[in-house]
């Protein structure tokens, strides 16, 4: 069982990571959403060296861009309150986005924490649908919060047609041997086609985790994100190493009461492919600000790992949270309480069934 954290501000001081492993991490994630892998290149670096200090060894996971919508750069945060109309284009949008945005569309923004719909557009008083140009469309806010830069954008019921892997991907790939990572996650899988396209250009590195040669060196994990990766699965499972139920833009894409049974239907197709795979996002996201988890949230872990989950991970609540460490503390120990019952259900389910052929 592996308990990742994700590596940012909160975790980059030594004590820090010092107690993150001893409370047993054994793996971190890095969001290159955020920056290239060079930027990151002293803190994997650092990571290395506590583990070794610690006696143990980090297993390291890059999280590409991928085929993710996500708003561009803004010169300071955007506050926006519910009830407020504001145009469009102060958003940030992809162009793809704003070129198909018609009146009634749902805008999802930072994994659904803020949401508006589109009004129409704006021009001599009059509005109109889609095509009047993003300039002059307006948005009605939902859901307010602030948005910064760089956040993930959805429109329900709408998709486009974007490449596996980016340049910046390409890039980041490039230096990933040089700092020791162990493992890629490709955000919005959605057919086998998107991780073959991977491990080409790992092949194209040097890295050998190809169908040409049985060199599995890399790891390649599969974030399921989306509905079409979510009906492919079973194609997604025979070509990486390891599914990821990534739930935050998941949980975007159907109505948010029908994800636990998502998760619980892909969890069962892995078992029954006996594919690894991993459960991610918002697993301890009170504890970003306060030192004890919800009773939900470490039923949810509890819950995740009983149902075979070979990994969990936290994200904002190890690199911008306030409590790290506890965090780390709460996930592997909630973890490890459902592995053993996991091992007890199984014994227990193995002797009845020797029960019933004696």
Request: hydrophobic letters at 40%; charged letters at 25%; a negative charge.
């Amino acid at each position: 069982m592996d308990y990742y954290g994700t590596l940012g501000p909160a975790c980059l001081q030594e004590d820090i990571l010092h107690r993150m492993v001893r409370a047993g991490m054994t793996g971190l994630r890095i969001n290159l959403s955020h920056g290239g892998l060079a930027d990151h290149g002293d803190w994997i670096v650092l990571a290395h060296r506590v583990a070794s200090e610690e006696g143990k060894k980090l297993q390291i996971l890059i999280d590409l861009e991928g085929p993710e919508l996500r708003s561009g750069i803004l010169t300071k945060p955007l506050a926006m309150n519910a009830g407020e109309v504001i145009p469009v284009k102060d958003l940030s949008l992809p162009g793809q986005v704003c070129a198909d945005l018609s009146a009634g569309d749902r805008i999802l923004l930072d994994d659904g924490k803020l949401e508006l719909e589109i009004m129409g557009a704006t021009e001599n008083g009059e509005r109109h649908g889609r095509g009047a140009g993003s300039a002059e469309m307006l948005a009605l806010v939902i859901r307010g919060g602030t948005l910064t830069s760089r956040k993930s954008v959805a429109v329900p019921g709408k998709s486009w047609d974007l490449p596996a892997l980016t340049k910046h991907d390409r890039k980041n790939l490039a230096l990933a041997p040089e700092l020791g990572v162990t493992g890629v996650m490709l955000p919005f899988c959605r057919r086998a086609s998107d991780i073959e396209q991977l491990k080409t250009a790992l092949w194209d590195i040097g890295y050998g985790h190809s169908e040409k040669e049985d060199n599995n060196d890399l790891r390649i994990f599969a974030k399921i994100e989306n509905q079409e990766g979510a009906a492919h699965v079973r194609e997604l499972a025979a070509a990486a190493d390891e599914i990821v139920i990534a739930r935050g833009d998941l949980g975007n894409s159907l109505p948010l009461w029908e994800l636990p049974r998502l998760q619980k239907q892909i969890s069962r197709i892995c078992r029954e492919t006996g594919t690894p795979f991993m459960v991610v996002t918002q697993m301890l996201d009170s504890m970003q600000k306060r030192a004890v988890p919800t009773r939900a949230e470490v039923m949810d872990i509890y819950q995740a790992v009983l149902d075979g989950a070979s990994s969990v991970m936290l994200t904002g609540e190890t690199a911008a949270g306030d409590f790290p460490a506890e965090a780390m503390e709460y996930l592997v120990r909630t973890g490890k309480t459902a592995e053993e019952d996991r091992k007890n259900t199984l014994n227990v389910s193995e002797n009845k069934s020797c029960q019933k052929i004696q």
